[in-house]
């Protein structure tokens, strides 16, 4: 499998934006699709947006609400989610993933460890 690997979290204030970044090591990336995620403490993971590498189509959890944007880089083998206007709800260890490209998280099989996002109000 393809190693992935997140960057770009941090402590950000309310209404503030970050860039993180999912970068395949080793080789170029082998599924259809990657998703980003977020896990707040006490509660359960979550899909916020799905890109599929191929033709770029891109789909976002309801309550995303255009705040984020999810788009490639395939000549760097990364994949990056805009965060924008974050709020303190969005404290959450934000992962990256890669499968099949469906709206669930079942449909992914191989993660990275997590970048944590922290928003202060």
């Known amino acids: 499998q393809v190693q992935l690997v997140e960057s770009g979290g941090g402590l950000v204030q309310a209404g503030g934006s970050l860039r993180l970044s999912c970068v395949a090591s080793g080789r170029t990336f082998s599924s259809p699709a990657m998703g980003w995620f977020r896990q707040a403490p006490g509660k359960e993971r979550e899909l916020l947006a799905v890109?599929?590498?191929?033709?770029?189509?891109?789909f976002y959890a309801e309550f995303v609400s255009g705040r984020f944007a999810i788009y490639r880089d395939n000549a760097k083998n990364t994949v990056h989610l805009q965060l924008v206007n974050l709020e303190p709800e969005g404290t959450a260890m934000y992962y990256c993933a890669d499968g099949l490209g469906t709206a669930t998280i079942g449909g992914y099989d191989n993660w990275g460890q997590g970048t944590q996002v922290t928003v202060s109000s």
């Open positions: 890109i599929n590498l191929r033709s770029g189509t891109t």
